[in-house]
């Protein structure tokens, strides 16, 4: 196996054994849970502003385990060994990008099908509403990693934690999702 794949094997066995992949997912069906009772029983409102409620779901359940992404390494002086090691940090970062994109990304998915059924989105909107998961994900999984990283380079606390210092790019990003939902849906004139 390759040091990249044991890296992300690592990082997976971590993030599953611990909750941290698990925090994410309930966060984000809480939300399409309960954002019904905030809007009210309107089906047509609900399916209007579905998608984009589960997409600034979906990112900020991303930043979640942000904070998890190299602070233990750092801590432990585990980062440090793998650089000794002859490991390159860009390698060490992809791998951890990568094992943190996996611990979320694809549940996620998999729970956005109950969540559009409880927004009443159709199914052209959820569709159009997981490709975005699966490309925007892994991006802002990325974004969020960079300040995460440059700890290791600062060996301090950075300044602004996570990726929050990216939230208007996504939420630019949800918008042009929402945006490319159908203007016509069943039951509801044109939107």
């Not at 698990?22 to 809480?30: G, I, K, S």
């Not at 940090?89 to 979320?104: N, Q």
Request: glycine share 10%; hydrophobic share 50%.
């Amino acid at each position: 196996m390759s040091p990249f794949a044991r890296l992300v094997r690592r990082d997976l066995a971590r993030d599953f054994a611990h909750g941290g992949a698990w925090l994410p997912l309930v966060f984000y069906l809480l939300v399409a849970t309960l954002f019904p009772f905030a809007i009210g029983p309107d089906a047509v409102l609900l399916a209007k502003v579905g998608s984009g409620a589960l997409w600034t779901a979906a990112l900020l359940a991303a930043l979640l385990p942000v904070e998890r992404l190299v602070r233990p390494d750092i801590a432990s002086g585990v980062l440090d060994q793998l650089a000794v090691r002859g490991h390159s940090d860009e390698g060490i970062a992809a791998a951890k990008l990568m094992a943190h994109w996996l611990s979320f990304g694809p549940l996620l998915m998999i729970a956005t099908v109950p969540a559009a059924a409880l927004l009443n989105l159709d199914g052209v909107v959820l569709e159009r509403l997981e490709i975005g998961l699966l490309l925007g994900d892994y991006p802002c999984g990325a974004d969020q990693g960079m300040p995460a990283g440059a700890e290791r380079v600062e060996r301090h606390a950075f300044p602004v934690g996570g990726g929050e210092w990216q939230l208007p790019t996504y939420l630019r990003w949800a918008r042009f999702i929402q945006s490319s939902a159908p203007r016509h849906r069943r039951g509801s004139a044109a939107v």
